[in-house]
């Protein structure tokens, strides 16, 4: 059992900037082979925003691409999301994400609220 915390979220402006963070810890955290950042606003289904793989290799939805930057500290088991030039549509609940094991099952962290104004 991997648990994911997460910190950072709130409110800001559009065109203003944010930076949320997760930890991993306890279960099989030497297992990890990706983590990453998922959203979901009101009404809608949740989806990636950005994912980045213990050997570096990263994935970012298109929304959120020149924008947002995923980082990770591998020894450290967490990652970063830096997200600049924020706009009202990426206003939701971001979830932090880690893929575990052969079968890369995935683990959630319980959500951070982003709310962005316009």
């Known amino acids: 059992q991997v648990q994911l915390v997460e910190s950072g979220g709130g409110f800001v402006q559009s065109g203003g900037s944010l930076r949320l963070s997760c930890a991993a810890s306890?279960?099989?955290?030497?297992?990890?082979?990706?983590m990453g950042w998922y959203r979901q606003a009101p009404g809608k289904q949740r989806e990636l925003v950005a994912l980045i793989t213990r050997s570096g290799s990263t994935n970012y939805a298109d929304s959120v691409k020149g924008r947002f930057t995923i980082s990770s500290d591998n020894a450290k088991n967490s990652v970063d999301l830096q997200m600049n030039s924020l706009k009202s549509e990426d206003t939701g609940v971001y979830f932090c994400n880690a893929q575990v094991g052969i079968s890369w099952y995935n683990y959630w962290g319980q959500g951070t609220q982003v709310t962005v104004s316009s």
């Open positions: 306890s279960g099989s955290i030497f297992s990890i082979k990706a």
